[in-house]
């Protein structure tokens, strides 16, 4: 019995290790190009950048990959940015250091794609956008 327990903590050990993901504090790491990469061995990392507020985001060979995240000196958020193969996917928001969201924009490719809204620092709808590959196509 103890041997089978035995067994079982060692494959779940092996399995869990395999997951395990680089973990590199913000100042340890620096952005060249748009590519990351690690200060000691100036080499493109594959791992998640942190700070003291929490997750930065994934990367990926040096590529920004998934959601990234920065913040105000303050804590707040300041932006939530998608992205895939290190170019701007999906929805993109800023917000002011208040908290209220300032832009939310959609990307595709790298490229202004789809609607975009701007508010004001009180929350209220500015502007109302959409964009093409990047064009305006509506006010």
Request: proline share 0%.
């Amino acid at each position: 019995m103890k041997l089978r327990y035995l067994t079982l903590f060692f494959a779940l050990s092996l399995t869990c290790s395999c997951f395990a993901q680089d973990r590199f504090l913000e100042s340890d790491v620096v952005m060249d190009h748009d590519t990351m990469f690690l200060k000691k061995e100036m080499h493109k990392i594959t791992a998640i950048v942190y700070n003291k507020h929490g997750d930065i985001g994934y990367f990926k060979n040096g590529l920004r990959e998934g959601l990234h995240k920065e913040w105000f000196r303050n804590g707040n958020l300041k932006d939530e940015i998608n992205f895939k193969n290190g170019l701007k996917h999906g929805e993109i928001i800023w917000y002011y250091d208040n908290g209220e969201k300032n832009i939310i924009y959609n990307y595709k490719d790298g490229k202004l794609n789809g609607s975009a809204t701007i508010f004001s620092k009180e929350g209220d709808i500015i502007e109302e956008s959409i964009y093409q590959n990047g064009n305006k196509i509506t006010d």
